[in-house]
């Protein structure tokens, strides 16, 4: 029997703000344990809440780039349960009136598109954080994060595999960070996915039993963690058991989900309106207001890439994978108009580059302007290929600019031809038989002697020179 799997996620979003969403505590990462708090973050009895406006219109604007409906009116409400790291016994939430819902999200898989449905999109705080002594049986809390803002994305059990999940997860973070809301670092905790999973037969509507995964910190984890939650709960089914219903959490070192607790519904958090609060009345103005200030969107620039520059899709979607990546490359443009040549060496060079150095696009040794310097002096055959490749590695080294390497090293490009005959006449009279089975017919052997050539002048000969010279002399 075959089985589908069906999948929704949840997704927690730190939004980029400087103070907390009911106080004036401050939210930068990394600040000793414990000191970016107050009587209010830390649930004291009297005190009361206010909400942070900018975290209502930075989930406006994400509510705009996803389709989503803002509601005119939407509720704080009380979320209860008890953990050590939830100093006032409740997390405030929105449950029955979320502020945005009904959205959408389109993904392409495979050169389909796919619609992914948003059911909502509500504001809520953070909790803290538990530190487990690693040698003693106990555990430390650091409420700085308590009460940092967080944006919930839920979708519809609309995704259908685990490359689904993963590139709709890929776009909405780069959503977030064109909109520049929130960083989206998985490895900090500021953009965090809970996935639930289940499977039905094939040609089935109805749902099975889903598992949420929890612990899921990086876009391949998400992937393999459905991967291993489809096999587990196919290999439950195909024996005759049941799945349950329950909250997994997710092992990276060895592969595996393994159960946490039993899963919860609404009415476990016995959720209520919370008293503290107005609802949140969110009108026409406000609305336009932030559609306003929405910059242009991933996949809004994507088309532009395509219409405008004629990439092709593929390209078009590897260079708006990030705003800081598609800003590189339009700055690239400004002084070399040549937009397939700058995306063949952005997606080739460059960016294998920077995987290798582990950098991101805004920390690249090799700056726009010395990357379009370099193609220029290559466009003007004052470089070959192999040299702008040699060039290319000592500006990510040094820093300089192509043409300075270029003149200290003396690496231009020989197109004198008095001086390449006299090589080109060398390599001939050094390989005779290649000569007599490139005049029987093996025209590719081409591609020999003119890497001969090249080799013989440490690539400096002008590789087109070359291939008139040759093609003369072999006939």
């Known amino acids: 029997m075959e089985f589908i799997p069906v999948i929704g996620l949840e997704v927690h979003a730190q939004l980029k703000t400087r103070t907390k969403i009911f106080c004036s505590c401050a939210t930068a990462f990394g600040a000793p344990p414990n000191t970016h708090t107050c009587p209010v973050c830390l649930g004291m009895p009297g005190v009361l809440p206010v909400l942070n406006k900018k975290v209502v219109d930075y989930t406006i604007k994400m509510a705009l780039a996803t389709h989503c409906t803002v509601q005119a009116e939407s509720r704080f409400a009380r979320k209860n349960y008890f953990y050590p790291d939830l100093p006032k016994g409740y997390q405030i939430s929105q449950y029955e009136l979320p502020i945005a819902t ?26 803290g954080k538990l ?13 700085n994060r308590t009460g940092v803002p967080l944006m919930e994305i ?116 016995r959720y209520f309106p919370d008293p503290d609060l107005l609802p949140l009345v969110v009108d026409a103005g406000w609305i336009e207001r932030m559609r306003a200030q929405m910059p242009e969107l991933p996949a809004q620039r994507q088309a532009r890439y395509m219409a405008d520059y004629g990439l092709p899709s593929a390209d078009a979607r590897v260079l708006t994978g990030s705003r800081d990546l598609s800003d590189y490359f339009e700055a690239c443009l400004t002084e070399f108009d040549q937009p397939k040549t700058l995306a063949n060496w952005i997606m080739g060079d460059l960016l294998g580059l920077l995987k290798a150095k582990g950098l991101d696009i805004i920390d690249s040794p090799v700056s726009p302007k010395n990357l379009t310097g370099l193609l220029t002096l290559l466009d003007a055959d004052v470089i070959s290929g192999k040299i702008a490749k040699t060039v290319f590695e000592a500006m990510a080294e040094t820093g300089q600019a192509a043409k300075t390497i270029v003149e200290e090293k003396g ?15 060398a390599v001939i009279a050094g390989h005779p038989d290649e000569v007599q089975r490139y005049q029987g017919g093996q025209k590719k052997l081409m591609g020999f002697f003119v890497g001969q050539i090249m080799k013989a002048t440490k690539g400096k000969a002008n590789p087109k020179v070359v291939n008139e010279i040759l093609k003369k002399k072999l006939g």
């Open 411 to 425: 690496l231009v490009q020989v197109s004198d031809t008095s001086a390449i005959d006299p090589v080109v006449d």
């Open 154 to 269: 839920v979708s519809e059990p609309d995704i259908r595999s685990p490359e689904a999940a993963g590139e709709y997860l890929r776009q909405l973070r780069a959503i977030l960070r064109y909109l520049n809301i929130s960083d989206g670092n998985m490895e900090e905790g500021s953009f965090r996915c809970d996935a639930n999973v289940s499977i039905m037969p094939e040609g089935s509507t109805v749902f099975g039993t889903r598992a949420e995964v929890k612990n899921l910190n990086s876009f391949k984890h998400v992937e393999k963690a459905i991967y291993y939650e489809m096999a587990r709960q196919k290999e439950i089914l195909l024996d005759g058991g049941q799945v349950d219903q329950e909250t997994r959490l997710w092992q990276p070192d060895n592969g595996q989900t393994v159960s946490m607790r039993g899963k919860e519904d609404a009415h476990d958090y």
């Open 131 to 143: 530190i487990h002594d690693p040698d003693r049986p106990i555990s430390r809390v650091d409420l």
């Open 102 to 127: 009904d959205g959408y999200l389109d993904i392409e898989i495979d050169g389909r598109v796919i619609r992914i449905g948003i059911t909502r999109i509500h504001m809520e705080e953070d909790a």
